[in-house]
Structure formats: C-alpha cells, structure tokens
C-alpha cells in the first residue's frame, strides 16, 4: 500500500508540473494559477485521500473485508422482473404470516406454535452478508459425549439468492486475497463455498421487498447443519436416526444482534443388540434440544487482527493468502482473543472500556461459586501486565434471570452432570473466522468432581476388566493412550494371545469430530484429572485424617475448582494448553507457599497438574496452583497488550520484542501435539517440578504408602470391601502415570521452540543427560522390575472383593471374581518394558549417538544391557544360594524373552543395531542358562528349572530359524 501511494504522489507531482506556467509573467498575473495549483493540492491531499479510505483494500495481515458485488444494470432489470413474476406466484405475505407471532430483532421472526412453524424475514441488505451460526446441545443424555452444553458447530454463513431459492451457504474462508485483486476471481473458480441447505422462497413483501422463509426446512425437515445425527449412532453404538414426528421448535428470542433458536430433536432406534445406555429409561429412544445461535459480525468496532507466533500458544485463525505470492510463508495466523480497549490509552494502566464479564449461572451450588469466582478473577493479574486493570469480571446471574446461558450476548460458567463424564471441565469459545476476534464463551464444569471428596470413585474408577482384557478397563481406558511412551497404535497383548489395536478403536466419524474439538479447544476426553483429585482426597483422608465434609477437604475442593476454572478461563482468553507449564520450581520448592501463592506452583495454569501431593515427612504445601503464572502472563502481554503501530503488519516489530523472551525457562510452551512424541520429558501431562524424576520418586512412595494404610485402616466397620478393590485400583494407576513420566528420559530430547537469536536461545534439540537416563533406569528397576516392587500382604489381597450391586448403572463382575494380581503387575512390567523397547525409542537412541559427543549419552548397548541385568539377575549372577524364581520374574522374563525373540525374527520394527544387539543378548541369556542349570539346577524348585529350560528351549529354536525379510 505505502509503494502505491509513493506512486500516486509521484504522478501527482508531475501532472502539478506540467501545469505550471512557463514564461515568468508579475505577481498579479500569476493569482489565477496559484489558485488552481491551491486546489488541486487540496483535492490531492484531502479529499481523494478520504475517499481513498473509503475504497474496500487489504494489505497481507490485516482483517479480510468481504468484496463488493457488483452487479450490471442490465441484470438488475432483469432480477426486477423475475421478482414481479415470481411475487404473483406466491402467497401474499400477509396471508403467509396470519396467526403467527412476530419477534423483530437481527432477523424478524414469524412464529405458529399450534402448527409447529417458524418463518425468518429475509432483508435485501441481509442478502449474502456474513453471519456467525453457532450451534451446540442444550440438553443432553448424561453419557457418550452428549452432555448439556457441549459445542457441536461455529459456521460462518450466509444467505443468498437464486431464482425463486433461497441458499444457506457456508462461506469458504481458508484463502484469501485482497478485494479488487484479479487474483480474487481465480480463487473463486479454485475452491468452493459449501451449500448446505436450499430454502423455498415463501413470500415476498411487497414494500420492503424482504423474503419469507421457512425455518421448518432448514432446521427441522432437512439436513442436519449440527452434524450430530450422523455420529450419534457411533456415538452411542446404536442405529439412531432423528424422528421428523418428535421434531418441534422450543425456545425462540430475538435481540438487535443475535437470534436464538431452541430446537427439539427426537431419536429413536437403537434396538441393537449391543446398545446399552444406562442413562436412559429405554434404549429405543430420546430427545435432544439444540440450540441455534445466530449473530451478526461486530462491523467497524476498531478491533485488529493479531499476527501469531509458535512460540506462544494461542488458538489460531489461519488462512492461505494469495495476496503477495513472493511471501515466505503461504499462510496468515490470527490468535483468537477479545477486543480490549484501554479507557484511557495514555495510561500505564487503565480499566477496559468493555470488560470480558463471566456470569456463574444459578445452576452452579452457592458454596463453590466464591472458588469458581477466584478462578475467573486470577487472570486480572497476568492483565496487568499488558496495561489494563479489572480486565475480567465476575457476576453472579440471578435467579429470577430471563435470560438464557446459550445467549451469544453472555459468557458463562455452566454446572452440569454426567452419567459417564468425559471431562472436569471445558472452555470453548465463539470466534469471528474472518479476524480471530473472540465473541463468547461457556464454560462447562461437570459437577461429579464433588462427589469424590464423597468418596462415591466408582464412576471415576471404572468397570473391572476381565480375564482377558489386561488393562483396567475405565481406569486406564483412553487413559491408557495419554500415558508417556504409549502411541495410538501400540499393540495391548491379551491373556489369549490376541491383540487390541487402539487406533481403531474409533470411528471414522468420531475422529473427525474429535480431532475438531481437539483443534478448536483442546480437549481432552480422558479423565485422569479427576483421578489425579481422587488421589489427593485420598491422601487427605489417609495422611491427615481429614474426613469428607471437614474444613481440610473443603479447602482442597476450592483448590481444585479455583485451578480448573481458572485453566478453562484461559482457554476462553484464546490460550492452548502448555504442558511445559509444570516444570518451574525445583521439587524442594513445590510446599513453599510463600513461592506458590506469588510466583505460582506452575509456570502455566494451562498444562494438566497433577496433586501436589506432599512425601512422607514434608509438611503438605499447595495441592493445586492459586495463581497464574509467568507463561501465563506473558502470553497475556502477547495477545493483549495495546500496541501503538497503525496496522497489524507494523505490530509484528513490537510482537518479537514480546516474543523474544522465549528463552527463559520459565516461559517454554509445549502443546499438545509436542506431547504426541516420547521425546521431551518436558512436554508431559500431569507432571510436576524441574525433575520429574525426583516428583515421580516421591508419588511412588506415597502410593506405596497408601496401600500399606489401605491395608491397615480399610474398610471402616459397616462398610462393604469393595471400596478397598476400588481405592487399590486408583492407587495403582496413580503408580503407573508417575512410572511411565520416569520413561521419558531414556532416549529423551529437550525440544525448544526458540528462533535464532532469542533471549538465552538454545539449539532446537538438547539430549537428555546421561546421568538422567541412569537415573531413570535405576527408578525402573527399583520400582517396576524388582522382585521387592509390587509386593502386597496376602491379607490385603484377599480383602479385594468385587462390588455387587446388579441393577441399571452397576452391572457385578462375573469373571474374574477374585483380583488377578499377577496380570495387573505384568500390565505395569509390560507397559514399561514396550516403551523402553519401542522401535520409535531404540531409534532415537541410535541418532543420538551422532547427535551428541561420545560418553554423553545412553548408548543401545548399555540399555539392552542395563535391562538384562535388572530383568535376569538371578541367572546372571548366578548366586549359590539360589532355589527359586519368584512367579512375578518369571512373567517379567517371559516378556523380555519374547521381545528380543521378536527382534531376532524380525517380527518387529526396530533398527539392525537393535536386532544385533537382540541377537547378542539371547546368546548371552543362553550361556548364563547353561551356568545356572549346571551349578543349580537340582536345588531348584520345579516351576523355576521348567522355566529356565523352557527359555533355553526358545532360545535355541530362535537363534536356529531361517530369519525372513521383515
């Protein structure tokens, strides 16, 4: 644009030139050319630059403003007549709207509640104008993801005209180009908008010219725009389809801005064998009520765009721009935030001239919403940094409200309740798709989380596995894929020798909508955070005698609450997760209040916290972050603060001012797709310190500690024993998350997401200390593969006994009836030994031995060795004394065997280093046999010499096959 008017300036001077008059003539004489030289001047530097301003144009990085359309007298003419002709053919509009009830707002509405119809009043000006629809549950069924307020679609659309049809059409906004811009029309040739409905024109207004449409078709009789018909039978498993007959509009409200559109959807169906919804009285059918909210894009309000930047996690609106082909990079990225304005911009700080109000809805119980109001309220903090004061507020909405929470003109915190909870709590937001501007958000708080303060676990525990499945069903359940070291395509061995692929396990369909969610908000559907909480209740109880309703436990709710709406408030602020947050203090400085409530327990309360669960002899601290933290108010300056450059493109010089302070530790960012890769110890969930190794230590040992008082104190007199099954089961996937973060040091890289030249920049890659990885080797052998690790009391073991209630929501274990304890320590054994394993890990240290000096990192060999030792100690060392081999080592070492075995065969993908090094490893184990059998084999008991010459036999067999290509 400046390059455009240098040469409009240019020209200017010249034509200014060519009329200057040549011969020199007095003073007098030259009045008449002076006057015009005065106006054309003025012509050129103030009236044709404010018409210039008002010409629609778009430099890369500024907002995109829709082209004008242009449309050919001839044309015109044409519509005119079609009109006149089409308006015979139809319904006068009077008759159309006889004995319905008009509600004018952003669009008039024509309502028949007796025949079941709405109509919307279609203005000319509203034609192929950009609308914002968004669509989410306003009621649900208490499980399978279909909860009271859940977001379903954000559609930016519009209305437009064709013939004697109206089209809803969602506008095509992933590329981009300047209005006036030739290139704008190959663009529209390329890619397509998409049509979802057609709408018969009902009538036409005979003054005003406005079109009547039926609403029956677009949201009762035809496509589903929310999309949730077509998953709703992946969903809940059953073949559901929506019901035309048990369809009906509910809730209808028009304001100036907005139209909201309560619907009832009723389904039926699911006669399936394996459907089963507990929640429901009958399978055969339900009703869902959607909401359609409608509102129009804020025009002219002085909101700019805000370029974004990888270092710094914010939720993206991006595009392909064709504006300037020579640019490096094919795409513009927006972060979503508010529109915030000082009320005085001269002052360092200063109250919003709007502040982002969050209303606690009434629904939400009276004695948490002084928690919940201080989890909105901690934000002001990190505001401050970016010049405002009272940024968010905090209201309580009444009770005798009229209004309603799905309102797009409010931002609530809801409460909610689940059968079968998918989340604590989620925080999505309405976002202009055009600009990345935020115009609302909900929050959900799923209000189960109190009742494990009631110790009511079942829920959140979840269904016992059977004999063949070897994970703990909804204990680990999606869980499971969230681990450290576990992929999505890792293979679960079952006790039949059948595997259970968990990539597969969902279906196409949901992916889709999944990996939707996953992208708009970050959620995460598993439900360790509420397990991480159970854990702490429990340690409350177990550690200071705090009973459920006591002033400790009360205390410890608050916390919680406190964090989780102040981690989902940061959502709605337009932050993603950050699991590089927990990594801040050192493990000493994790109970020092005096540091937790100034600088935070965490960097970020955007990464998931696990309890702060103070050891044994260290005076319990914090047990979840109270403030934000220095990442979090450091993204706040970023998104936030008042920039004084007159475009967005000139902003990007004071944003890497901003974001060149990436480097210091305390500001790393890692999302979640970092934590998709066993790379970075540092890009973890539910993690907590600057060494997770030493957390992890302490975690393990408080468990331990739990189960030797579990077995002492529990269960109560009166009670029923299967609390002690269900507390044992939490307890033990509390042991697996805090084993499975040590994992991440083997073969672990520190990533940063640092550019060149950054403050105290570092490369990309760091490998992990050698020492680390030793550590985390000596943690595993000590609390995974020792024979002393997983070692229980015979007493305690035979108090696990299965609940036995039958009836709807709670359905008794059948098989197993007693507690399979050797399949739950070779679950652990096993998980931990795969990831260490892994093809993807072996890989990784085999690069590193040219990424990193000699003696710096964990070679293969002194893994593969290292875990021979741990594993087969009693063969290897071959001590005299020996008579046995416990049944937990001989499971170890049967799936030590048949890893190696598997490398050898080439059964499984792993580097030729690693094969080599199976293959030596298998000889060696054969030798140590042989030493072992000879020296003691007639002092061994049977079970432990069969083993030995059963592995022997293997060995042999493997090391003799004829190897295929893999």
Known sequence: MIRTLGSYFAHLRKFVRGIRPRDRTPVQSRWPHRFRQFLLLFLAFVILPI?????????????????????????????????????????????AIADTEPQEGLFSLYRNDKKNALFLELQPQQLDKNFLCAISLASGIGERGLFDGMPLQNLLFYFHRVN???????????????PGDPMARSLDRSFSDSVLAVLPIKSIHPDRQSLLVDLNTLLLDGRDLSGLSAMIPFMLRGSYVRDPEQSRFSRVQTFPLNVEIETVYGYTGGEDSFTNLEALPDNRGFTLRLNYSISALPENNGYRPRLADNRIGYFITAYRDYADENRKEA???????????KQNPDAPLSPPKQPIVFWIENTVPVEYRDAIREGILAWNKAFEKAGFIDAIEAREMPDDAEWNPADVRYNTIRWMNSFDPWFAGIGPSRVNPLTGEILDADILIDGNIVRLIQKEFRNWVGEEPTASTQFLGKTLGNDLLCLPGITGDMEIATSEGATDRRATAVPTPLKGFVADMMERYDLCYGMEAPQQFAIGSLGLSMFHNALPSGPEMETYLNQYLTFLVAHEVGHTLGLRHNFHGSTMLAPEQLHDRSITRTKGLVASVMDYVPVNLAPPGVEQGDFYPVVVGPYDEWAIEYGYKPLEAMSTALERRDLEAIARRAGDPELAYAPDEDTMDILNPGANLFDMSGDMLQFSRWQLDNARE???????????????????????????????????????????????????????GRLPFEPVAIEKQRESLALLQEYVFDDNALQFPP????KLAPDRWYHWGSLPIVFPLDYPIHQRILLLQRLVLRALLSDQRLTRLHDLELKAQPGEILTLTELFDTLQRGIWTEVLDNRDGLTEISSVRRSLQREDLGLLMNMVLRRS???????????????QLREAIDRTVDKRGKHLETASKAHLQETRARIDKTLDAQIQSF
């Open 706 to 760: 739990m189960w030797e008082r579990l077995d002492k104190r529990y269960p109560v007199s009166g009670e029923s024993y299967s609390e002690v099954r269900e507390i044992f089961d939490m307890v033990y996937f509390f042991y697996i998350r805090n084993v499975m973060n040590a994992t991440l040091y083997v073969g672990g890289q520190w990533f940063n997401r640092n550019h060149a030249g950054d403050r105290e």
């Open 909 to 923: 993908p792993v580097p030729e280093e690693a094969r080599t090094l199976a293959w030596y490893q298998l000889k």
């Open 164 to 178: 004697d049809k109206i089209e809803f059409v969602v506008r095509n906004v992933y590329f981009r180009t300047r």
């Open 795 to 798: 007493q305690l073991l035979n």
């Open 331 to 341: 795409f513009t990225r927006y972060i979503n935030r508010w529109h915030l304005e």
């Open 51 to 95: 018409a210039w301003s008002l010409v629609p144009f778009k430099v890369t990085g500024q907002t995109e403003t829709e082209p004008p359309t242009v449309e050919s007298p001839e044309s015109a003419a044409d519509d005119d007549s079609e009109t006149n002709d089409l308006e015979d053919n139809l319904e006068k509009f009077d008759e």
